[in-house]
């Protein structure tokens, strides 16, 4: 019979939740909050009941991150990403477990709508990203028109 480690630290491949906090640079209450929702469950729990996670929790953990932190997606579009992702290793699985085009078709066009559902949802994002660009872009034309409208900067001033 085995048993479950009590702390991290017996299996170095098995982190705590303040430790993969700590790695990934999240709060343990995001960590929480994730495995709330459905977008991550701990790969162990220890006889004491702790989370304990391993190297791919860690990964999924960064790619959620990045997702929303780098790329500003919420959460229901981190999680519909997340589910096109598992949907593509199920659909690639059943695609080489069966001959039957009928079926091998079916796998195909379910795969080919994810992908259509991801390009429209990140054209949108890119589409919000280039409209934000040029508000900022517009707005820096009107401050440099203020700036011209002044004349030129004094030799020892702050601004140049």
């Known amino acids: 019979m085995t048993t479950t480690p009590t702390r991290a630290s017996d299996d170095p491949r098995l982190l705590r939740i303040q430790e993969v906090a700590a790695e990934v640079g999240l709060t343990t209450r995001s960590i929480r909050y994730y ?69 091998r078709r079916a796998i195909l066009v379910d795969a080919m709508d994810r992908v259509d559902r991801q390009i429209e949802n990140l054209r949108h994002k890119a589409d919000r990203l280039a409209t934000m660009i040029e508000e900022a872009e517009t707005r820096r034309r009107h401050l440099a028109g203020h700036l011209a409208d002044l004349g030129p900067a004094p030799k020892h001033g702050r601004h140049r």
Not at 47 to 66: K, M, P, Q, T, V
Not at 75 to 90: H, P, S, T, V
């Open 35 to 103: 495995e709330e929702v459905g977008l991550l469950e701990p790969a162990a729990r220890s006889e004491g009941a702790y989370r304990l996670y391993d190297e791919s929790d860690i990964e999924r953990l960064r790619f959620i991150r990045g997702l929303r932190d780098d790329a500003g997606f919420s959460i229901a579009q981190i999680g519909q990403l997340l589910e096109d992702e598992a949907a593509r290793e199920r659909n690639r699985e059943r695609f080489r477990a069966t001959e039957d085009p009928s079926e």
